[in-house]
């Protein structure tokens, strides 16, 4: 399996431009995590999916932010407008029904100038 | 609500040196627990988990962590570091079911010769 794919892996851009980050989960889990990880903050849950369905949403930050997950194989977090403070490695997780552990992407990068 | 603290922000330690890293939950009841590693500019990687049994758990790379259920700690250990050991620990913890994992706000690593 190629595990948890997450595209792009670097962004850059400006102030007020709308964002789209792009996540595979490894085929067959039926739980899908979107975490933010800054240096002050560390690892924050902003969204979670069970079975393409958004559990709690309660980490997104504002309005700004918004996730979806159409099916089982496709998710994306995107921000509009996204501003400087959204600076951040933003990680993709997805974990099995029947295991507990959440197995990570490789994290994209985004940087709001 | 459950949350996990790891005391020690950064640690340095010479290479040979053993380690313990801190980590201690809050919740009352059931958990899972896991570290997991983040080498430089990489994703999150499991480094050993304790779901129940014994709770002196290893892990790969000579990492071993002990559930201690009193102290609701699960300290992270290794008694001879590399320099390739170098990298952010990241402690978590969730419940039964599928709810998300917790993580502690990570400790720094960096292991010199």
């Known amino acids: 399996d190629a595990g948890v794919i997450q595209s792009p892996r670097h962004e850059v851009t400006e102030m007020g431009q709308e964002v789209t980050l792009r996540c595979k989960p490894i085929?067959?889990?039926?739980?899908l995590f979107w975490y933010r990880q800054t240096m002050m903050r560390g690892l924050e849950l902003l969204i979670y999916?069970?079975?393409?369905?958004?559990?709690?949403d309660s980490g997104m930050p504002e309005d700004r932010f918004s996730a979806k997950m159409p099916n089982a194989s496709f998710s994306t977090l995107k921000i509009q407008p996204s501003e400087p403070r959204d600076s951040a490695v933003y990680f993709c997780?997805?974990?099995?029904?029947?295991?507990?552990?959440?197995?990570f992407g490789p994290g994209t990068r985004l940087t709001v100038t | 609500a459950q949350s996990v603290s790891q005391h020690n922000h950064h640690v340095i330690l010479s290479e040979a040196a053993s380690l313990e890293l801190g980590c201690n939950y809050s919740?009352?009841?059931?958990?899972?627990l896991f570290w997991y590693v983040q080498y430089p500019g990489q994703h999150l990687q499991l480094l050993l988990k304790?779901?129940?049994?014994?709770?002196l758990v290893k892990g790969i790379k000579g990492f071993e962590a002990e559930f201690i259920k009193s102290k609701f700690s699960f300290n992270l250990r290794k008694p001879s570091v590399q320099w390739s050991d170098t990298a952010e620990y990241f402690c978590?913890?969730?419940?039964?079911?599928?709810?998300?994992?917790?993580f502690g706000k990570g400790t720094r690593l960096s292991v010199i010769a």
């Open positions: 997780a997805s974990r099995d029904r029947a295991l507990y552990e959440q197995y």
């Open positions: 304790y779901f129940s049994g014994d709770p």
């Open positions: 978590a913890v969730n419940t039964r079911g599928n709810t998300p994992l917790v």
């Open positions: 999916f069970n079975n393409n369905v958004p559990i709690d």
């Open positions: 085929s067959g889990h039926n739980s």
């Open positions: 919740y009352g009841g059931t958990v899972n």
